[in-house]
């Protein structure tokens, strides 16, 4: 058997005008499971210029994949904003991203809390 997979690359840099919507990409996963295609998301990262809204959009986007069965895996692209996708290398100084879990002292950001917390849910 031969299984197909579509990974949603969801890297939010523009808050809050490039968000995610829930809705939408629990209706797109859905539509895939229909043709016999899983999902996962392959990678998220979201700007933390606001943590409320960084913590709701990947509490969010990991809801969506959780419950929906066809929704394989959920990725993170890094781990801390000192090494971060949208830490900007090219100068310097060196200036620092903000859209992962852990700060660039590897403090947990509230982004992490709310994942955490989802997941305790029974």
Partial sequence: MILLSVGF???????????????????????????????RISEIDVLGDDPALQAKQYAEVMQVCL???????YGIWGITDLYGSTTLSDRYPVILGDSLLWDSNYK?????????SLLARP
């Fill in 9 to 39: 690359e969801s890297h939010v840099y523009h808050t809050p005008a490039d968000t995610i919507n829930a809705a939408q990409l629990k209706q797109h996963i859905q539509i895939l499971a229909s043709l016999g295609i899983v999902s």
């Fill in 67 to 73: 419950s929906e069965p066809s929704c394989k895996s």
């Fill in 108 to 116: 947990p950001k509230p982004a992490l809390k709310s994942l955490q």
